[in-house]
């Protein structure tokens, strides 16, 4: 997949964001300041009113042309306790459906006084798209864009390691699993591990649902699940990515749990206190049994919660004057 991003797009000249697109040439001083501030906002996240100020008479319109819970909610909460007005735009009652485009949408929402746009699109680079004919000032922000990048799920994935297992990534084994060739987590949170300096990448699924090689330059890349779990500090499963799946790209559902579910016995191959992330939704005996999911290893939860001080420091940084 080639970079649809300009990298010049989400910076400005001070290094600071002016929208937040891709993690991928996102510099390491910018991802790991963004982790930072999302580490100090963890108190707020979750409730409260003492950050009210921060965003007052500012608008945020989420506008999802796909389903979303933990994204959608997560914006909706973080803008609401910095203070910001909360436009949660309904495509499908909207006049999306009469053929309006999303830069129409986007420039009618505009002309109401939204000041940054929470957008997940379908199409690779339809956020960057946007982004590029926003007005001066409104700040774009990519909730997922088709299999390309998903940077704020990055984000809070980096910042849940982290707090797990300590902030020298150069010493991590990560191994991401399942299907990255559809997987615009696996994208952000491959580019993220590689910008904190992890060394030790793996990545393993069937060849099917395995991206062009130039994608995954410098990971050890196999199908044996088990050989590749020997000595890992973290597990990333992945949705099966069924509604971007051609038919026939795995033999079958229970096939793919033998070859690539993560059990506990096979978690028992990594190392005794790894961690195991999924971004969710679960395909629950598909891709990560019922014991995994909710066992003591399991910092699915523990990524959700981060979702949402993560998400506040991308606006406060986006947005705060
Ligand atoms: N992880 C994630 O993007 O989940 P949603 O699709 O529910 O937002």
Avoid: W
Avoid at 14 to 42: I, K, M, V, W
Avoid at 198 to 208: F, Y
């Amino acid at each position: 997949m080639t970079e649809p991003t300009p990298p010049d797009l989400q910076l400005r000249a001070d290094g600071r964001l002016r929208h937040l697109l891709s993690l991928q040439h996102l510099p390491r001083t910018a991802l790991e300041r963004l982790l930072d501030a999302a580490q100090a906002l963890r108190p707020q996240a979750l409730g409260g009113t003492a950050l009210r100020h921060t965003l007052a008479g500012r608008s945020v319109c989420n506008l999802f042309f796909e389903p979303s819970t933990r994204t959608r909610s997560a914006f909706h909460f973080a803008a609401t306790r910095l203070g910001a007005d909360v436009l949660s735009f309904d495509v499908s009652t909207s006049s999306s459906g009469k053929g309006e485009t999303p830069l129409d949408t986007m420039r009618n929402l505009e002309a109401m006084g939204v000041d940054c746009f929470v957008v997940r699109a379908r199409e690779d680079g339809a956020v960057a798209a946007l982004a590029a004919q926003a007005r001066d000032g409104v700040a774009l922000i990519n909730a997922g864009d088709g299999r390309h990048q998903h940077p704020t799920q990055g984000l809070l994935d980096m910042l849940t390691l982290r707090q797990a297992k300590g902030e020298d990534f150069s010493q991590l084994s990560v191994l991401i699993v399942g299907d990255i060739r559809h997987s615009r987590v696996a994208r952000s949170d491959l580019a993220a591990l590689r910008t904190l300096g992890c060394r030790d990448i793996r990545v393993c699924g069937p060849a099917s649902l395995l991206p062009d090689a130039h994608e995954l330059h410098g990971c050890t890349v196999g199908h044996d699940f088990d050989g590749l779990l020997d000595g890992v500090d973290a597990v990333m499963m992945l949705r099966l990515q069924r509604e971007r799946m051609v038919e026939g790209l795995v033999p079958s559902l229970e096939q793919y749990f033998v070859d690539y579910g993560l059990d506990e016995r096979r978690l028992m191959r990594a190392r005794p206190d790894a961690v195991v992330l999924h971004p969710g939704p679960m395909n629950r005996g598909v891709e990560i049994s019922d014991a995994v999911a909710d066992g003591a290893q399991s910092l699915i939860l523990a990524q959700v919660s981060n979702g949402v001080a993560v998400r506040m420091a991308v606006m406060r940084e986006l947005l705060a004057h």
